[in-house]
């Protein structure tokens, strides 16, 4: 599959060993579509998630991650298709499809005249945790990224890569079925980072699903067991990140079926 940016057909999905077959994959997006004026940012994207798995979505910048997640967590109504988690359609019973996962958005404004700790308190009371396992969970996870000695400033005055931590903390406080986590490394220093990745390990390890989206083509290798690469709106390649390399390494792959923009170009004015 040489170009596939510019392909019409579908994306082969390969073969899922762990996937059970009596039971719906964790997500599962149905041809959505997503058109912001001119510009079609997802184009009838179809992908499944397999239960269990740790699945890496990447694509370059403006490819639709953040798109095709936003509307495959219930924040940005898709134009058409389905999106269901765990066999909920997440746009038909919301509620319902919400309750099962826990969700790490790009760009969304946090409430950030709480304190790290109220703002995590909060999201445990809004998923009606009773207050005990609230305050219990909320210190574990403040303690394990580094977050108690912040627990008492606003977030507004938090670095990004706090911020970042504090709003995976809200996300992950009841312990949901699926985590959806849009460049949850990004700012993120090398030490938090690692202990992230420990977190979300031991949480697939325990049955959870992850699916994130990340740049670093290097950690979504090393980390995740399936993988997905979207451009222009449409899925690529999806498959296990052994299926999908094919031998080689992930980045190599992901230049190969997006091609270098712009290649090797020198600009002849910033030669000093
Ligand atoms: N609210 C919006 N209004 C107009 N265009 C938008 C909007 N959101 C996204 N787009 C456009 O849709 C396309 C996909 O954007 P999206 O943010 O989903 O890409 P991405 O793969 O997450 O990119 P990046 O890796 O840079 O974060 C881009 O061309 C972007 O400009």
Not at 64 to 88: F, N
Not at 111 to 121: D, P, Y
Not at 160 to 181: N, Q, R, W
Request: charged fraction near 25%; hydrophobic fraction near 40%.
């Amino acid at each position: 599959m040489t170009e596939l940016g510019r392909t019409t057909s579908p994306a082969p999905v390969l073969p899922h060993d762990s996937e059970p077959t009596d039971r719906p994959p964790a997500l599962r997006l149905s041809g959505l579509g997503k058109r912001f004026g001119e510009k079609l940012a997802v184009d009838g994207l179809d992908l499944e998630v397999p239960r269990g798995s740790f699945y890496g979505f990447v694509g370059p910048n403006g490819a639709g991650k953040t798109t095709t997640l936003s509307m495959a967590t219930g924040l940005l109504r898709p134009d058409h298709g389905r999106a269901e988690v765990g066999g909920v359609d997440v746009w038909a019973r919301p509620l319902q499809a919400k309750r099962s996962m826990g969700v790490l958005a790009d760009g969304v404004m946090l409430f950030n005249r709480l304190s790290g700790e109220q703002l995590v308190t909060y999201a445990g009371l809004l998923r009606g945790m009773d207050r005990e396992t609230v305050a219990e969970r909320t210190a574990d996870l403040l303690r394990v990224l580094g977050l108690i000695e912040a627990a008492g400033q606003l977030v507004a005055d938090y670095s990004a890569g706090m911020t970042k931590k504090i709003a995976l903390a809200s996300a992950m406080i009841h312990a949901p079925e699926l985590l959806v986590l849009d460049e949850p490394f990004e700012a993120v220093d090398p030490v938090s980072a690692r202990t992230i990745r420990g977190l979300l390990d031991s949480y697939v390890a325990s049955g959870g699903t992850v699916i994130l989206s990340s740049h670093v083509m290097d950690l979504v290798q090393r980390m995740c067991s399936h993988v997905g690469i979207i451009a222009e709106g449409r899925l690529l390649v999806s498959g296990t990140v052994e299926e999908v390399r094919d031998g080689g390494d992930l980045e190599s792959r992901f230049v190969e079926l997006i091609g270098l923009e712009g290649g090797h170009e020198e600009l002849s004015w910033l030669r000093l």
